[in-house]
């Protein structure tokens, strides 16, 4: 029989973890939208973030302090890499831009193994986030409840930022025709650059607010960098909103499903993702011709 | 490469002879560089996993980031007959697996194709993900889950007198390099079989792999399945090499080490994979062993993957042929002729008048419904782009045999009007008759297997082929029909594909450039090239879209005179802005205007129509 408090607190688990898979995919969607280039780095970017994060944190023991030089460290280094390599890319065919952000990952991952070794680490939340808080009939972590809340307000700082600023404006602009902004006078390789730092940082603080549900390890972000490529399939390459549904329904069918059992998670959300496929090739809110 | 090609056209066995020799030399020589016998077998089997995952990859031009699911499932069911079912036949059991891995193949084939690019590579890495789980949890039970199934007996082959065990690292290098050398066989009868051919032009130019007739999704299909074969195989010998299947076959690690060591040594080469092995191996060896650096050896390899997708582009064998070329470019007489020298081009025109270029369509093409006058047919055609009416109810039929024009000013709608006949896009409202068959909605590969193909407005090749292979691809499509199944056969074995090629070739006057890569010609030979590509399907109708845009003077006498040879027993529809050379070769002409007819009639009626002075001058007739 079904414990309707445990299905309640899995769908609360779903609810966090889709917010929290929102939020990455919607980095790389809109850097993808904008750009063209799949960065199949960003789960090291996710990754990179906690780490950043846990070291300001064991530094400075303040976790609000980490958070912002997780994800400033995080959008620095995605700038770096859009300046350095990426450029050079968008002329190349779409495979080289693959094959060079898979190889940057690895390298990320492999230097902060290197660097940090292959050992997990914990990060404690918060000291005011520690413990579990009563909500109705059943208990449910502070820190979990918590990361709903910044998560979700993240994804509306990256809502207004798109949809209610100049900046946004031309990005969106950008992300329906980039040849066309260009051509309107603005720079858009610094669009580019802004961009791709801000999909980059999208993921980074994903990273180290996520930090401490499951612990780091420089592996993390290789199982998100999957889940985040189901969650653009179902919701549509380029398209916020679809990053968002697609994120909250692959965390809830996550969730779900491991109530049951863990192993057939990947299982399911490979069917969800082949009945949109068959039935919306383009994704729940994608539009044609974003390939 | 299209250097090798040509080597490997007059000398057929020369790389099979060259790699049955490095392979017998390899275990003798290696050794001293540093290589381990058991170095030497992983990098063959990597090897042959690279040889399925380069048609793939560097032939079809689909990046998959999932090849580790096939590997580890051919490996897996392998090791179960062997080991949990005691199942006696070494060979048979390879033989089980690797079909079962093509089926798997098929299947998963069947969902990631339904996109290209990003998607397809997403999509891939997702499924892949899934075995990893499913070995893991579900099916742990058969596939030992993170135990891995131990106990794979080493090969061995009965010889009716006595049976070899190949039961040392030594032997197991000969079981495994004879079947690195069947694999390569194949691989290299693949890649130059017709089915080759089409795989290299859907990696160049999908649409126009399409156009020209050829079914691309089962073509595609075919290669995903070609490469999940291959893995599978791969994946059994893996586990008879080691004695142990272990699970991480399946991790992602394993798809992007694949994918890694194939860009190093070079994709589209088929050797590209052995290099990559050899060099990934051998240097993670290195690395570990001799200098002790741990885990970093990862991270060295990383940057060193980096640095060569960033800088040599084409991998150690594309770099290494770019070298050959460059040292052997300055001796070849056809790359001295390339760019700069402008070499006299030969007239089409004989004294006599335009020679008739005749290409007979082959007989498997499905005759008319109606063998009567009127070869198209199009009612009520009309398509709307949301509020934007492009073309409204145009009328329109053609008679056997004619050469029409059709001019609009700009945005009058032909190019739409041409994608609806060609059947690149669905009209909205009306149909279209074509030999007496509706092919509303029939789509352009189909239409064009019935024999109405286009040249397109802007050059649609194949880039990265030669001329010669580019009209090659457009003629199988029309000599073996939309998708046929014939991977190991010889392109030369194909009737008749030969001359319909240099007959193409003759009729564009390009057949002084045939061997030539579409890079190197000049913009009027790829604007000719473009009309070969849509001849050499020897359609019965064929619609040229504005075929003289961009040409100088010259060389649009020279395509005026060209396009008057093909119109010889063939009918054909031509849009341009060239009015000279409309009213100088159609026998009538319609214009549109506003998505609408204006008015059809002979060139004389149409000179004099007060209408279409109109429309081209602004109303300044009307006055």
Known sequence: MINWANFVSQCFNGLVLGALLALISSGLTIIYGTLGVLNLAHGAMFMLGGYAGWVAYSLTGSFFLAIVAGSLFVMLVGVVMERAVIRHFYSRPPEDQLLVTFGLGIVFVEGVRFFFGSLSKAVPPPPMLVGITPIGFMFYPTYRLALLGIVAAALIALYVALYRTRIGMIVRAGIEDSVMVGSLGIDVYKVFMLVFGIGAMAAGFAGIVNAPVVSLAPDVGESILVQTFVVVVIGGVGSFPGAVLGGLIAGEIISITSMFNPGYAYVMLFVAMTLVLVIRPYGLLGAAGRE | ???????????????????????????????????????????????????????????????????????????????????????????????????????????????????????????????????????????????????????????????????????????????????????????????????????????????????????????????????????????????????????????????????MQTAIGGAGTLFGPLVGATVWLYLSDFLQNVLHLGAAWKLILGIVFVLLVCFLRRGIVGGLADLARLAAGKAKPGEAAGRGTVAPAPSIATEDGPAIIQLTPSPRRPKPIDGGETILKAEGLTKRFGGLVANDGINFSVRRGELRGVIGPNGAGKSTFFKMLTCEMAPSEGRILFEGRDITGLGVTRVCQLGLTKSYQVNQLFTRLTVRENVTVAALAEKRGAFRLDPLRSLASVEGLAQRVEETLRAVNLSGRADLPVSELAYGEKRRLEIGLALAAAPSLLLLDEPLAGMSPRERVETVKLLKAISKGRTMIVIDHDMDAIFELAERITVLQEGRVLVEGAPEEIKGDVAVQEAYLGGVAAE
């Open chain 2, 1 to 259: 490469m299209n250097a090798t090609i040509g080597m490997l056209k007059q000398r057929p066995f020369l790389v099979e002879a060259l790699m049955a020799a490095g392979l017998i030399a390899a275990p003798f020589v290696l050794p001293y560089l540093g290589f381990t016998p058991s170095t030497l077998n992983r990098i063959l089997v990597w090897g042959l996993f690279g040889i399925g995952f380069d048609i793939l990859f560097g032939f079809t031009g689909l990046l998959s980031f999932g090849q580790s699911a096939f590997f580890g499932s051919g490996g897996m069911v392998v090791a179960y007959l062997l080991t949990v079912l005691n199942f006696p036949h070494v060979l048979a059991a390879m033989a089980i697996g690797t079909i079962a891995a093509a089926a798997i193949g098929f299947l998963v084939g069947l969902i990631a194709l339904r996109r290209t690019g990003i998607y397809f590579a997403m999509i891939t890495v997702a499924i892949a993900e899934v075995f990893f789980f499913v070995e893991f949890n579900p099916l742990s039970d058969y596939t030992g889950g993170e135990n891995g199934l131990p106990g794979v007996p080493t090969p061995d082959l009965f010889l009716g007198f006595t049976t070899i065990h190949f039961n040392t690292d030594q032997l197991l290098y000969a079981f495994l390099a004879f079947w690195f050398f069947i694999g390569m066989v194949i691989g290299l009868r693949i890649v130059r079989s017709p089915v080759g051919a089409v795989l290299s032009a859907i990696r160049d130019n999908p649409l126009r792999a399409a156009a020209v007739g050829h079914n691309i999704h089962s073509y595609k299909l075919t290669a995903f399945v070609i490469a999940a074969a291959y893995a599978g195989f791969a994946g059994g010998l893996l586990g008879l090499m080691q004695g142990f299947m272990p699970p991480d076959a399946f991790m992602f690690d394993t798809s992007g080490q694949l994918v």
